[in-house]
């Protein structure tokens, strides 16, 4: 990639440099991630201000000196502005975009999680209410493309209980159902509702633009955030806690997805 060379990718990440540029790193499906300097990006006047605000899908032209890449032009394609008509969406977005970054280690994860993110800022951006499921389904798809697959069989025990819940083991990575014995194999497992056993399911197998195309009631909803959330922590060994501020927020009455009411033919 010597001198100056054009890509597309995604504002994932801007921090400052000196006292008016910024560094930002790109998410890109061809070189995977790539940080470049945008000269007098903090200067209110700047043409270049808005390349260097995330998350940002953009064409790039940049040129190399010295081992730097530095942004010469650019061209927005896509500023997610949804995003910024709702806190709990700019939230999950942040959240989305430090967990991307942490894992679009190589140019094989990023280009699993390339289209991935694309997919899910865009769905965020026209449905910030469904932040929630939107977030779970993201942490869920990651952890797969990671490597972190989760068995979502039966209990191998062959007779499951008829109890409306599982045992989803964190340490065994598998269901269990509730029989006592079948439970202190799990050792360290949360109890979830059978429709959040169907949801963690329907997510692993939908196609990308299907992805969050499903209606949950809201304790299914809760199940699900709770283990997408700890299973992805665990795997990457890091506590991902920019969501929790939204724990504090009042719970949500408008009777959007993930809060009770009837269900579609994708009801959970």
Request: hydrophobic fraction near 35%; include cysteine; glycine fraction near 6%.
């Amino acid at each position: 990639m010597a001198g100056a060379f054009s890509i597309r990718g995604v504002v994932i990440q801007s921090r400052p440099h000196k006292d008016q540029d910024a560094i930002i790193t790109i998410l890109t499906y061809q070189q995977g991630l790539v940080q470049a300097t945008v000269p007098g990006a903090k200067k209110h006047s700047s043409r270049m201000a808005s390349l260097a605000t995330p998350p940002l899908l953009a064409d790039f032209v940049l040129s190399e000196s010295k081992g730097f890449y530095y942004l010469k032009e650019g061209e927005t394609v896509e500023s997610f502005r949804g995003l910024y008509q709702s806190f709990e969406a700019l939230t999950a977005a942040s959240h989305i975009l430090e967990v991307t970054k942490d894992t679009a280690v190589d140019i094989e994860s990023a280009q699993a999680l390339y289209p991935l993110l694309l997919y899910v800022l865009y769905d965020l951006s026209q449905h910030p209410e469904k932040y929630r499921q939107i977030v779970a389904a993201f942490e869920w798809r990651v952890a797969d493309a990671l490597g972190f697959g989760f068995d979502l069989s039966e209990c191998d025990c062959g007779k499951p209980n008829e109890m409306p819940t599982r045992a989803f083991s964190f340490s065994k990575c598998r269901l269990y159902c509730s029989n006592m014995g079948c439970v202190s194999k799990a050792k360290d497992y949360k109890f979830v509702s059978l429709g959040c056993v169907e949801a963690l399911r329907y997510i692993r197998d939908a196609k990308l633009e299907r992805l969050t195309a499903f209606r949950a009631e809201k304790y299914v909803l809760d199940d699900l955030c709770a283990v997408t959330r700890q299973y992805l922590c665990e795997r990457l060994e890091k506590n991902y806690d920019k969501m929790n501020i939204l724990d504090t927020l009042p719970p949500d009455t408008s009777g959007v997805s993930g809060s009770s009411g009837s269900q579609d033919p994708n009801g959970l």
